[in-house]
């Protein structure tokens, strides 16, 4: 196992031995009809302040329960998370933009329910639209946007609760391979811009060699930190370099073995 540890680059105003979330002995175990499950087993993360984490693993495993463990949408069994940077901001799949309201709009509800006032909301939704490089998009509704557009909108709304925690899961899989490749670019500019931790859930290697600065790789039945593998090689990263595809290469034989050993269990 490879634990090289990565310093992030990003600011945060924490101190800088202080995780922006701590995960510490974390169980989760669900009940069903065939009974107890155990789906997440001692689980101990630190995500640095500015870190970009990739939980990586097979369908299944448990990465979405233990991203709602850390946001608070769910308790774990027992274990703590502790999130020191604050309440975390999500980011999911499906862009949840409300379709009756402009791209705009949407930011401005953040703003609002943040109690950013009401002349200051325009300005900042368009500097967060501006980040996502969606200028025009401000009067745009949903249907009216592209797939990729949408989660450019989602990725600004999340941007809008001003959170030093980004937690994002699955947010491009939904979208053709050349609409993700553009938005991991620009999410590493994002990342490194505004220095915030991000904590990204993915299935495919490919995502987390390109974004990550650590990946951290689950096992199943029961989800477990199987390898971790910590990623100095500089961005933009492209998988055709020969570190970026060796390291793919890697990852991708642990992922296969943590497969056929949960299919032998
Ligand atoms: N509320 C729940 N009640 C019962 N079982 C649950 C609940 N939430 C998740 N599970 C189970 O926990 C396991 C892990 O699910 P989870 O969605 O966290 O996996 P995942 O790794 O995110 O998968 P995918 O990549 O397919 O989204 C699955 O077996 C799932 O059925």
């Known amino acids: 196992m490879t634990t090289e540890q990565v310093a992030a680059p990003g600011a945060a105003s924490l101190a800088p031995r202080v995780p922006a979330v701590r995960v510490a002995g974390v169980h989760k175990t669900f009940r069903r009809a065939e009974g107890m499950q155990t789906v997440l087993q001692d689980i101990n993360i630190d995500v640095l302040p500015g870190e970009f984490v990739c939980l990586l693993g097979s369908s299944g495993c448990g990465k979405s329960t233990l991203l709602n463990l850390i946001s ?3 308790q774990p069994s027992s274990g703590r998370i502790e999130v020191p940077a604050g309440r975390p901001a999500l980011m999911f799949q499906e862009h949840a933009l409300f379709p009756w309201l402009t791209a705009g709009k949407n ?6 329910l943040r109690g950013v006032p009401k002349a ?5 939704a368009e500097e967060l639209l501006n980040l996502v490089r969606l200028q025009d998009a401000y009067g745009k509704r949903a ?3 592209s797939g990729g557009m949408r989660q450019r909108v989602a990725l600004a709304r999340a941007l809008a609760q001003d959170s030093q925690v980004l937690l994002m899961d699955e947010p491009f899989a939904a979208l053709d391979a ?5 938005l991991h670019e620009e999410l590493t500019r994002i990342w490194e811009t505004t220095g915030i931790s991000v ?3 993915t299935h495919n290697v490919r ?3 390109r974004l990550a600065q650590r990946i951290l790789l689950m096992s199943c039945r029961p989800g477990r930190v199987a390898h971790e593998w910590g990623i100095d090689l500089p961005q933009p990263r492209r998988p055709e370099d020969p570190d970026v595809a060796a390291l793919s290469v890697e990852i991708t034989d ?3 073995e943590e497969i056929r050993r949960h299919a032998r269990d």
């Open 72 to 74: 608070g949408l769910d």
């Open 107 to 112: 930011i401005e509800l953040v703003l609002r």
């Open 120 to 124: 200051e909301r325009r300005t900042r």
């Open 143 to 145: 249907h009216e946007l």
């Open 178 to 182: 050349i609409t993700r490749d553009v």
């Open 199 to 201: 904590v990204f859930v």
């Open 207 to 209: 995502e987390a060699v």
């Open 254 to 256: 642990q992922l296969r």
